[in-house]
């Protein structure tokens, strides 16, 4: 009987290395290296020729330089030493401190017209203290006893007409104290409760109310009241 042929056993699967993908730059950047690598070697080593070796002398200015530019040049690639306003410029999207250094004064007002303006305030200070002092002393003939009405009326049309030139009060009297000055004379006159609407008590009436409404127009009272209301 044939002797029987063993059977071969069945190859096991072997995976397959997976190609190992390298990045383009790293590769010219490990190229270079080693040129340059190379080429110090062989700028370092003795050259000979025929046979005969011929020494470069110690301390030579040929070999020396050789060496410190090839170097130089690895020590650039890789980036060692340098100064650091130079790398920085060298690297995008890097600023150096001169340029990020903050200029304050720009925008700033000059001496001369800061000075203008300090002289303006004060002057602004005194001519509102002045006008304070006109309408009150105007005010008080408005109250002096022995005037008539119609003399009343004319110092009410004059502070009226203050108002509206100034458009405003004096910072230092407000429309409660018009309204009570105004009361009181027309308490001692007897202009109170129905003589106000009888007479000349309603005529001083009457003025005084134009002259509240020519406050109410200047600071806009009129529109405040209607959106409370």
């Known amino acids: 009987a044939a002797a029987a042929v063993p059977r071969a056993a069945p190859l096991a699967a072997v995976p397959l290395p ?6 383009r730059a790293v590769s010219l950047v490990a190229l270079v290296l080693g040129s340059l690598l190379v080429g110090a070697g062989l700028l370092s080593s003795t050259p000979s020729f025929g046979g005969r070796t011929f020494a470069t002398p110690p301390g030579s200015a040929g070999s020396g ?4 530019a090839t170097t130089g040049a690895v020590a650039a690639l890789l980036g060692v030493g340098g100064s650091g306003a130079a790398r920085a410029e060298e690297r995008p999207g890097t600023a150096s401190l001169d340029y ?3 200029d304050y004064s720009i925008g700033r ?3 001369e017209i800061i000075e203008k303006r300090k002289l303006a305030r004060v002057k602004a200070a005194q001519d509102q203290e002045k006008y304070g002092e006109d309408f009150r002393a105007i005010f008080a003939t408005f109250a002096e006893e022995g005037k008539t009405i119609d003399e009343r009326i004319e110092v009410l049309s004059t502070l009226q007409d203050m108002v509206l030139k100034n458009k405003m009060l ?3 009297i407000t429309r409660d104290d018009i309204t009570r000055g105004v009361r009181a004379v027309k308490f001692n006159l007897g202009c109170i409760r129905k003589k106000v ?5 309603k005529k001083l009436e009457k003025k005084y109310q134009k002259f509240l409404s020519s406050i109410d127009k200047v600071y806009d009272r ?4 209607a959106t409370a209301r």
């Open 197 to 201: 609407k009888e007479g000349e008590c």
């Open 100 to 102: 990020e250094t903050t």
């Open 18 to 23: 997976r190609p190992v993908r390298r990045h």
């Open 109 to 111: 007002d000059t001496p």
């Open 65 to 68: 330089s050789r060496r410190a």
């Open 170 to 172: 004096p910072l230092s």
């Open 222 to 225: 009129s529109v405040l009241s």
